[in-house]
């Protein structure tokens, strides 16, 4: 499509859209970018085929700035209008985010705009709702606490293949649907944490309208990220991602991986090359980034105004700091699955992926509920140390020994 076709298009698609004062253009990148009549920059991508576009950036609630012990909700108002005057108009919270004071200071925050001027996503935790009237009734608490009639986007959060079975269990899924047919939630996905194999089962189940995984460099091979965006893609289910940061790992990096980045461009945040990453895959439709200080999101606004996706030899520079940050991983793992399977099953790599992710982060609750996952008897304390799997290690890993640290650890 030519310059003054998608321009025709775009204007066409933009009387219809709900957002019909937004002024369409074409980004250096080819990105569609929308301006909010403020001269906005951010870069947007469309939905499906739809006249909806969606910034980039996406304002995650999970990390808002506190004070006092609480959520500072002057500094989180200065940081919406920044958001919405730069056309990052994309909301996510949920019902948990700060005890619930997320949601609540969406709905106060938000409420002086347009309704159809911002996109408001929050998520169904099945497992807080323990029932079919507990997701009911939570679902309406949660129109309450945002002061609104309806979602934009809308989840079954965190699903696994736990979570997965517990919104079964409690029909949850089934009553999204109907909210969905009454026009309370406008589009309806999920987000997700654990195997492809899982992903896979839960894309078949429903006709759905995007997902939200966790996805970035580090873990494209490590938390087989790779995988799980290749699914979705084929199924044509636009992405969100979660976590292009690593939970703020890949902000700070290690000082060899930040100076190989700093050679490259001076003036380019870790941050930067982490997000560019992302959004570079063309399937991704909106970066989450959980920002809690205006400078955070005075960064990302300018990497997004307009997205500069990689090149090929930004994306080399990137490996080589990547290859120097592995270095101090726990276990030099790649996930390259040379040394299964294993004649008793034990599954080394997801054990080794899971361990890392766990030495970088220190966030035990998340690695009791990855390694929880893993099948009892595929678990490190199963290895009976026969040494077949060390001997196809590209890496010379000793994984027996490792098996049994980590099986020590976990004890
Ligand atoms: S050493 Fe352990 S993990 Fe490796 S193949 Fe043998 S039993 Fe499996
Ligand atoms: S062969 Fe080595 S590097 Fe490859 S997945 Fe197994 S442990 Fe990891």
Known sequence: MNRRDFLKNALTFAALAPLARLIAREGADGDKIFDLRTGSQVSRRRFRNTALTVPLLGFGMMRLP?????????????????????????????????????????GELLRKYPRDSYYLTSKMPSWIAGSEKGVERLFQEQLERCKTEYFDFYMLHALDATNWELSQKYRALDFLKEMKK????????????????????????????????QLNYLDWELYRSKEQYEILTKEGIPVIVMEPLRGGSLSSLTPEATAILRKSAPEASNSAWALRYVASLPNVLCVLSGMTLMEH???????????????????????????????????????CKYCIPCPVGVEIPRIFGIYNQYKINGNQWLFRNNYNAIPADARASECVSCGKCAKHCPQKINIPAMLHKIAGEVK
């Not at 990689?310 to 990547?322: F, Q, T």
Request: net charge positive; with cysteine; charged share 25%.
């Open 182 to 213: 009454q026009g309370k939630i406008r589009r309806l996905g999920f987000s997700f944490h654990d195997t492809p194999e899982v992903l896979q089962t839960i894309v078949k189940a429903h006709d759905w309208d995007f997902a939200q995984i």
């Open 66 to 106: 506190q004070k006092n012990g609480g959520i500072d909700s002057q500094m989180v108002r200065k940081m919406f209008d920044a958001a919405m005057k730069a056309g990052c108009n994309y909301f996510d919270t949920a019902y948990m985010y700060h005890g619930g004071d997320s949601e609540k200071i969406a």
């Open 297 to 335: 999101l005075q960064d990302n606004l300018k990497t997004f105004s307009p997205l500069k996706p990689l090149s090929e030899p930004e994306r080399k520079v990137l490996e080589e700091a990547l290859a120097a940050y592995r270095k101090r991983l726990a276990v030099p793992c790649t996930a």
